[in-house]
């Protein structure tokens, strides 16, 4: 029974890097979510996904920032050229189905640094 | 958009004593639910509510949502340490399934 499996769970990269975080949800759930947690902050909404489909993203910065739900593999969360600002933890949550009181499941997150 | 309050954003009690965190939303929910995040740790769920005035307990945590379903509360009776953490509400805006976290409310227990 696992869990959310996220990797890496640290990762470091020098800005203008690229930074790509994988997230494999819950056996048997098809519904990916991701969330930007700054140091000692809540967490913010970035992407809602479904395989293949992009529901909701409305939490993404406009640029740099992209996600992906591949039919086959994890979810991907992608950052090109990373400024010293995407530092933060990265989690991922999964449910279940799209109905609206399905708990989220999360992963144990990718701490992001950018040097 | 939609936002979702809680107060007190820190606390810091004694073991032994109670401890409570509100959460307001600007608009009305159509559910709410709780996380505890663990220092160095992640969200974990533990309740949801539904219901209008709806209370639910879990040992020593009793959870509430409001009449008008737009606040909700966690209780803690009796804190321990292993209640040290961050509690965060969540909630789902109508017509949409993203969650909107609260602010959180760190707990400190000074044994």
New interface residues.
């Given amino acids: 029974n696992a869990g959310v499996m996220q990797n890496p769970r640290h990762l470091v990269r020098r800005r203008g890097q690229e930074a790509r975080l994988r997230c494999s949800p819950m056996k048997g759930h098809s ?1 990916v ?1 991701w ?1 930007r947690q700054l140091p ?6 970035m992407v ?1 996904l479904q395989k293949e489909n992009i ?2 993203e ?2 993404m910065p406009k640029e740099r920032f992209s996600a992906e739900f591949p039919k086959e593999g994890p979810s991907i969360l992608r950052i090109q050229q990373v400024v010293r600002g995407d530092s933060a933890a990265y ?1 991922c ?1 999964s449910s279940p189905q ?4 399905s ?7 990718t701490r992001l640094t950018v040097t | 958009g939609q936002q979702v309050m809680q107060i007190p954003q820190y606390q810091h009690v004694q073991e032994g004593e109670d401890f409570t965190t509100y959460c307001n939303s600007s608009t009305t929910l159509s559910n709410i639910q709780w996380y505890k995040q663990r220092p160095g740790g992640h969200p974990v769920f533990l309740i949801q509510l539904v219901k209008s005035g709806e209370v639910k307990k879990q040992k020593r945590l009793t959870f509430q949502f409001g009449e008008a379903k737009k606040n909700s509360s966690l209780h803690i009776t009796a804190t321990q340490t292993t209640d040290v953490g961050t509690y965060f509400c969540a909630a789902s805006p109508s017509g949409t399934y993203k969650y909107i976290f609260g602010t959180g409310t760190r707990l400190k227990v000074l044994a």
């Avoid at chain 1, 000692?40 to 909404?45: A, N, R």
């Avoid at chain 1, 708990?103 to 997150?109: A, D, M, Q």
């Fill in positions: 519904h979510y969330y000692e902050e809540g967490l913010k909404f809602y529901i909701d409305s939490g989690f949550a799209d109905r609206e009181n708990p989220l499941h999360f992963g144990n997150g």
